[in-house]
């Protein structure tokens, strides 16, 4: 019997289940049945636990192996045919060893196991901006991730069925011996072979993997942009929304961005989410940019979400989550640190007692995760099903910086804004690698999802302007600045609203700005602080620049830049010497 009118499907999974011998192959539809069923056998097993019913209906914890929770990015490849393309802000293995390397770990690893095939599709399934994968596992916590993150199952299937086009993804847990995990991409054949990890980032091939490293590549072929962006639409009292890019490293509050909550001094105007991670762009008939979120969920950081931080997060999470790694209470609701609720942990994210907050602390693994639907947000934006995807106005570069960067500033045009991404950098907290305040160099904050060499990707974005003559205003924004004594200048979080009103201001041609070296800063008057609590001097600090510092930055911009050697585009260079010029004059 054949599962699929789709000959090329038909025979890899024939070739796929030679290779790794599962007992037996599930083709999963992607019907509410389908997850309940998973659910019960892992809770079965083990796999999930359930948590308190009445206060969390339908949500479960899943605890993972305590050396596989992040991301591995010693472990994941690019394998292009040549390491050039790849480029030196991946690591590259050459296609033919890297088959034979994972293969062998593939081989036989599923024997005992049940392989699923998981269609699914990145984006609206009426989309043209979408693109459809087909993910085999033998995870079945993998597969009810996708559920939640992707449109997965029968209507993907008809998709790839009519299309003919998929992404091959190949994912084991494998052993999970840290030294046999592999994550390889190979972008000139549209597959992604991932082996040894069951974390979200590793193992949900549709996300970092396909909608970001796979989808750079095509996307520069193919004249779009796949980028590491939450889209946000911005209402204002009349009614009127606008759409917003923005693409931030880590620790800099993305979602919490993607869903903020108006200020009580903005009644009247409404933040809607389209996407908290990944954005895919397309020059529409008017020449505006359009994007399309290609997920369907959040795979978000829990520690640190409080109805204070992000209610909206906070909302989409008390019901159908599968929680990562987090503690429990002692009854029995998901607890991690910075929740707010007055609970006590009694159990950490290890499955270990715990006597109080800090007895065997933390609680949460500090990156463990929720698993969300995105229509659980308060205020999800139906848009987020338009085919067409949205018009964007503003595209928002950000860093977490101490000092240097102010509040905002606007790049004089497109081929500078594109210096501007690139040139993006941010502080290391805690929670992501141990090591505090050291600057990151993270262009467009995509250093860990490019699939191809950096500096063709910046040559793709400047060419970006001969496809389209509408582009959005491009920004970059800092919401960290802070004083010598470390206190925050500026209050963040709901506040920031203003600093997009301004933003879209600008591409209005509506709000005034003082011109700089570096870009457009928000004269005093321009950026609105009625009843905002903050200090006339703090204000002049985060809008304005310290030309010696900033000639110190696009120093060490440039060299970061040049360390790519004679790929970079010229026009890139062209723009960090006019800076520098500017800077000096
Ligand atoms: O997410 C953040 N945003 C964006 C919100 C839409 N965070 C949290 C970052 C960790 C992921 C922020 N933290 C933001 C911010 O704008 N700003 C700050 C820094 C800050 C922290 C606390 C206060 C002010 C600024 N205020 C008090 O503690 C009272
Ligand atoms: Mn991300």
């Given at each position: ?19 790794t ?9 992607g ?33 993972s ?39 062998a ?9 049940t ?63 840290p ?31 396909h ?20 889209i ?11 759409y ?19 200020p ?6 409404k933040v ?45 999470i ?23 609720s ?14 109080s ?29 338009n ?23 606007e ?96 591409v ?75 800077l000096?004059?």
């Amino acid at each position: 019997m054949s599962n699929t009118s789709n000959t090329a499907l038909e025979q890899w999974i024939k070739e796929v289940a030679e290779l790794t011998k599962p007992d037996r192959i599930v083709w999963c539809n992607g019907s509410q049945d389908e997850y309940q069923g998973l659910v019960d056998e892992m809770l079965a097993n083990g796999t999930l636990s359930k948590l308190n019913q009445d206060d969390y209906p339908n949500c479960y914890l899943h605890r993972s192996d305590p050396r596989d929770v992040a991301r591995v990015e010693g472990a994941t490849m690019i394998c292009t045919k040549t390491e050039i393309d790849a480029g030196p802000n991946n690591i590259w293995m050459e296609p033919t060893a890297a088959h034979e390397k994972i293969d062998a770990m593939f081989d036989g690893c599923m024997q005992g196991r049940t392989m699923y095939v998981v269609p699914y599709c990145m984006g609206p399934i009426a989309s043209p901006l979408s693109r459809c994968g087909v993910e085999v596992t033998d995870s079945p916590y993998v597969v009810a991730n996708m559920k939640i993150m992707t449109r997965m199952g029968q209507s993907a299937l008809n998709r790839i069925e009519k299309e003919g086009n998929f992404v091959k993804g190949l994912h084991s847990t494998g052993e999970l011996d840290p030294d046999r995990r592999f994550i390889m991409h190979f972008p000139e054949e549209l597959s992604i072979k991932s082996y040894g990890s069951g974390y979200g980032g590793n193992a949900l091939l549709g996300k970092k993997c396909h909608a970001l490293r796979i989808a750079s590549y095509q996307a520069r072929s193919e004249g779009w942009l796949a980028e590491h962006m939450l889209i946000l639409g911005l209402t204002n009292p009349e009614g009127v929304t606008r759409y917003v890019a923005a693409a931030f490293p880590s620790a800099c509050g993305k979602t919490n961005l993607a869903m903020l909550v108006p200020p009580e001094s903005h009644k009247g105007w409404k933040v809607s989410t389209i996407g908290d991670d990944i954005a895919w762009l397309q020059p529409g008939k008017d020449g505006k940019l359009y994007a399309i979120n290609p997920e369907a969920g959040f795979f978000g950081v829990v520690p640190g979400t409080s109805p204070k931080t992000n209610y909206n997060a906070y909302k989409s999470i008390e019901q159908d989550t599968i929680f990562t790694n987090v503690g429990v209470t002692a009854d029995n609701n998901p607890y991690w640190e910075g929740k707010e609720s007055g609970e006590t942990p009694v159990i950490n994210w290890k499955g270990e007692p715990m006597t109080s907050e800090t007895d065997n602390g933390p609680a949460a693994h500090p990156n463990s995760r929720f698993t969300a639907h995105a229509t659980y947000n308060p205020v999800y934006s139906p848009e987020s099903e338009n085919p067409g995807g949205v018009p964007i106005d503003a595209i928002i570069f950000g860093g977490r910086r101490r000092e240097l960067a102010p509040l905002i500033y606007e790049a004089k045009d497109w081929a500078h804004g594109v210096l501007v991404g690139a040139g993006m950098a941010s502080e290391t907290t805690a929670a992501a690698t141990g090591q505090v305040g050291v600057v990151r160099r993270d262009p467009m904050a995509m250093k860990p999802f490019c699939g191809y060499n950096f500096a063709d990707y910046f040559g793709h974005w400047l060419s970006m302007s001969e496809k389209s003559d509408n582009l959005p205003g491009v920004f970059h924004v800092n919401w960290f600045r802070r004083d010598e004594d470390g206190r925050f200048l500026w209050p963040g979080f709901g506040e920031n609203l203003r600093v997009l009103r301004w933003a879209l201001d600008r591409v209005d041609g509506k709000a005034d700005a003082v011109e700089t070296a570096i870009g457009y800063l928000p004269t005093a008057e321009s950026l609105d602080t009625n009843d905002l609590d903050i200090a006339a001097d703090d204000l002049e600090a985060i809008l304005s620049i310290d030309k010696n510092q900033w000639a110190a930055e696009m120093q060490a911009v440039g060299e970061y830049l040049e360390s790519y050697g004679e790929r970079l585009p010229a026009a890139l260079r062209d723009e960090y010497k006019k800076v520098q010029a500017a800077l000096a004059a």
